[in-house]
């Protein structure tokens, strides 16, 4: 190759960057930096040459060689970052999902309604000092029936239809499924001294016929506050309180003098309708009547404390009890309370 | 109890509409359940008076009727003959519509035109009488809307009555609190009776000799009555909307008196009682009476019988007899208005297994003065309504009812229950005013006589009601009492972990009804001697198909697992946390007479998988349950727990695959199993053969749980990680290979994980290999390649020596 004096170095720039600058993908980018930026490249060569002059020449063209070289280096720097956010880009794209399909879920298992009905409000009444006290679901008439004040033959049983079991070393009738959790009433009171504040969950049993509001096998939440000077308006504060948690904080309660032979005063509550507010009309939650029976309550009869072995000139108390089928139907709107015993998964999936 | 309002109002002024009164009662503790408007669905039929009647020239039984409706005559064809010419009928004019919707036209019958057609009661749903046309009182207008005319239309309150209220189980007990809630004033009572006849006493004779079942007993005799006679219209319609059947005027009378004031009355045929003599007395073991509804009734020494001395006529207060009723030939007819004390009267219906209207009433108390007065007016009423003249003066025995006990009352308690102002006057009053004789015993205290027909005001804390229902359960103030300390016990906690862990691992909470068979337990393969076949018999089951108690959760899991199966759901994982009931005197029925014969109530978690096991995604495949499926919840939930003494070894009883079972045992003690249903089972109980089930006791579990686990300091030096495969001959558990391995890696042992299990060609038939990375680590030094073989060479000396397991080397 010649080794002319002076070469056309700004016309190797102009090529070299006009070749770095077009190359269209990275593999052309690569022929052209060999082409015009390697050792064997034309610039190479005047590089090469550079030995063969004298000292001045030497300086004076390595500068200029020096100052080519850096400007195609830079043309090549730059469409190198190109060509890579476009392939990276490219990349991507090609790697992008519909985000609206399923994603991979673990299997989805649940809690039963009631459960989560029962533990919300056995929570309520934690946050408002109670404990859980729990008793057998096979109870004899004692506790079930005569503990509470409903003497053998007394009107008031008619109120509950037992179911009854045999045992032929027993008096008929004494081994009876639980009718309501106020057998736990006597039980708590048995096992420990006052005050006691209790509430206790169970399951409960009635020869009904099953329809739409009743089922022979259904659970209630029952509550038992007994210590020394508790009052009717404790009752009404503890319920109303109640009743806003799970309600809704604008709920008022309405007490209706009613009949339970193991409290006296006795009383039906109601909540004012928490889907009109208690404006009625043609609501459908409560029928126009403004108010729902949730439960029912009352201060615990003289008679049931001694029984239980407290001293009814002592303390006082007040019991309340509560359907949890109910309580899960008033909030959800389920009409049919045969849905909750069913048992079919895709419900209760969607529960 | 169901109360016309017009009925109401005769004994108290009613001026607000019917919807205010129901709420206002109840506010004041009588709940109005429902309110009915009855006689609105009539429209257009008019009252009609007879002109004339001819036979229908082409049908015997069909009469031909002329009637005038205040404008021309028409011509209806009847096929009732129980009116006469001048009689007032209801006519159901062309165009009218009679309840159910039935609208009436002009018609053609057996050749004649009829206009319309004349009403029987039943048509119009006045009563139940439809043995002839409806025949109106002769004074009724004629041309009226027989909706007007007759007094048709009303409202009915429906009362929830409490069976410790007794004395709202009628008419006037009911005015009696709306007289309270209103402010106004009962309407006197008619009590005059119109005495003709002869002195009673020369025509009957009454005694009692069980002053205990009965301390009143009075009698009056009516002569000359016609039975055949219906009662009149108002009192039918009255019977009928409360809903009991009109059956004549005599006995309608004392029915009608029953609900009109709430004293069970009785009319004895006085002719068929033998020697016109009553006594009332205790029935002798063994006695035996024939009720009015035909049967034969068995009475004991503790029933009250009224008798005629050797012949019992009537269980006291509960059904009168078949030989002495009331008949249409009857023409003196003695009336029976005593008074039965709650007790007996329960007893005996208790034990007989009735329950009549009158029963009720007086299980639930009747009001012992009314027993006269109420006499009194059956006998003035009956003599106006059926004919007949009442015989002079009453018959009366037994040493009466004594005087209610006072109640002591202490004010200041009762009005800091309450919340209600201290003074004495403020309970005082509202006592008064319920009618209570009220003194005042001491600065807080009072003392209460309740009235005679409150039967549920007995101590003080009924007077507390009493004053507190009075002055309104709305004023009463909301506080909270002094609680603390609310918590769950430890094992409560648990119990809700458990299940918020199941939820976790893909498992659904399910509560079954604890309802089951023998055959159930057939299904499941359990043999004759299983002690789970020993289970209790509910004596009126909900079904009869399944009168036991279930003694395991399983007949319940897999009959809910087939129902979803069969609704072509896929697959099945459910979970129930319940009690089973296992009979027998256990430890809960020793402690107290009053626990006598409890049965035991363990609570057991069940699980069912059966059907496919749910895919991920919708691209997955999804595959069948299979053993390691139950068997990974199980361990799973122990291992979220913090169980660790857990141990599984092979099982084989029913209702499990013989191959695929395990049992679980807690430091050693079983606490239940798990496996792949036998495929017998999975065929008798229709789930597929890949079903899969466990059983657990809960609290043992429970109890196993570590209250705290030490936690070890993280050693600062590297793990050094090796594998090991062994081969491992038949009947050697991995577990045991693992329980081995464990034991010769002594301390220095940090992890050990299987990760492959194989068997097939070309090992030895029988035979497994199993392999697993073995992590050391030091708490104190680096270890080195030393360390891994000293612990390989011990575990590969110690695997062949205990179980003939040889260390397979890299090839």
Known sequence: MSTTADPDLDALVVAGRAALTGASDLDELRAAEQAHLSRRSPLG?????????????????????????????????????????????????????????????????????????????????????????????????????????????????SMQDSLTLVDATLPPGWLVLRTHTSPGQIRAMQAQPPPLYVVVP??????????????????????????????????????????????????????????????????????????CGGRGGDCRTCKGDRWIEILGAGMVHPKVLANAGYDP????????????????????????????????LRWLATV | ?????????????????????????????????????????IAGVLTARVLAVAPHPSADRLALVRIEAGGDERSVVCGAHNYAQGDVVAWAAPGSKLP??????????RGIWSEGMLASAKELAVFDDHSGILVLPPD????????????????????????????????????????????????????????????????????????????????????????????PLWMARRLWLYGMRPLGAVVDVTNYLLLDQGQPLHAFDLDTIPGRRILVRRAADGEQVRTLDGRVRRMSSEDTLITAGEQALALAGIMGGEDTEVRPATRRVLIESAHFPPETVRRTMHRLGMSTEGGQRWAKGVDPAGAGPVCDQAAALMARLAGGTVASGRLEAGPGVPERERVRFDWARSSRRLGAPADLEFAATRLRDVGCKVAVAGPTELTAVPPSWRFDLEGWADLEEEVARRWGYGNLPATLPPATGGRLTREQRLRRQVREILAGMGVTEVITWPFTNQTALDRLGLPGDDPRRRALRVANPVSEETPELRTTLLPGLVELARRNLAKALPGVAVYELGAVFLPGQGEAAGRSPHDAGLPEEPALLGLVLAGQRPAGRFDEEAGEFGFEDAKGVVEGLLGTL?????????????????????????????????????????????????????????????EAVPAMRPAATPSPYPELSFDVAFLVPPAVA??????????????????????????????????????????????????????????????????????????????
């Open chain 1, 202 to 275: 169970g399951r409960c049993y009635r020869a009904d016929t099953p329809d739409a509001t009743h089922v022979p096998v259904f659970h209630q939440i029952e509550l038992l506050a007994v210590a020394e000077g508790l009052t009717m308006g404790d009752m009404k504060g503890t319920l109303l309180s109640f009743a806003r948690s799970y309600f809704g904080e604008e709920r008022e309660i309405r007490l209706r003098p009613s009949y339970f032979p193991f409290v006296e005063p006795g009383a039906e509550i109601d909540v004012s309708c928490f889907t």
């Open chain 1, 313 to 344: 000139e002592k303390v006082s108390g007040f019991a309340a009890g509560m359907g949890v089928e109910r309580l899960f139907m008033l909030r959800s709107g389920l009409a049919d309370i045969r849905t909750l015993t069913d048992n079919d």
């Open chain 2, 1 to 41: 109890m169901r109360v016309p309002l017009s009925w109401l109002a005769n004994h108290v002024e009613i001026d607000l509409p019917a919807l205010t009164l129901a709420d206002r009662l109840t506010d004041a503790g009588l709940e109005i359940e429902q309110v009915d408007q009855v006689g609105e669905d």
């Open chain 2, 642 to 702: 913090g169980i660790d003494d857990v141990r599984f070894q092979a099982e084989e009883p029913m209702p499990f695959h013989p191959g695929r079972c395990a049992g679980v045992l807690l430091g050693g003690r079983p606490v239940g199993l798990l496996g792949q249903l036998h495929p017998r089972v999975a065929a008798a109980c229709e789930l597929p053969a890949a079903s899969h089930a466990a059983e657990l006791e809960l609290v043992p579990l429970l």
């Open chain 2, 140 to 231: 009724t207008p004629v041309g009226a809307d027989l909706v007007e005319a007759a007094g048709l239309r009303d409202a009915v309150l429906q009362i929830k009555t409490y069976p410790n209220r007794g004395d709202t189980m009628n008419v006037r007990g009911v005015a009696r609190e709306t007289a309270l809630v209103l402010g106004k004033e009962l309407v006197p009572l008619d009590l005059t009776v119109p005495e003709s006849g002869p002195p009673a006493s020369r025509l009957a004779s009454v005694e009692v000799t069980d002053v205990e079942g009965c301390p009143v007993y009075i009698a009056r005799v009516v002569e000359g009555v016609d039975a055949a006679r219906p009662a």
């Open chain 2, 734 to 811: 991995a577990a045991d290979l693992e329980a081995v391995l464990r034991e010769a890696g002594g301390d220095l042992l940090a992890r050990l994980a299987l990760f492959d299990a194989y068997q097939g060609a070309p090992l030895p038939p029988g035979h497994t290999n199993l392999a697993y990375r073995v992590a050391l680590q030091a708490p104190d030094r680096t270890l080195t390649d030393d360390d891994a073989r000293a612990v390989r060479d011990r575990m590969a000396e110690a695997a062949a020596r205990q179980l003939q397991a040889v260390l397979r080397t890299a090839e």
């Open chain 1, 45 to 157: 060569e005047v590089q090469r040459g550079l030995g063969a002059l004298d000292p001045d020449a030497r300086r004076e063209l390595g500068r200029r060689v020096n100052q080519a070289r850096t400007d195609l280096q830079a043309a090549l720097e730059s469409r190198r970052a190109e060509l890579e956010a476009a392939r990276d880009a490219a990349l991507l794209e090609a790697e992008r999902v519909d985000v609206t399909l399923p994603g991979r879920r673990p299997p989805r298992g649940g809690i039963h309604p009631l459960t989560s009905v029962a533990d919300e409000v056995i929570d309520i009444f934690i946050g408002l000092g109670y404990r859980v006290f729990e008793g057998p679901e096979v109870e004899t008439d004692w506790y079930n029936f005569e503990a509470l004040n409903f003497p053998p033959g007394h009107p008031a049983r």
């Open chain 2, 100 to 109: 159910g919707g039935l609208k009436i036209g002009r018609k053609q019958v």
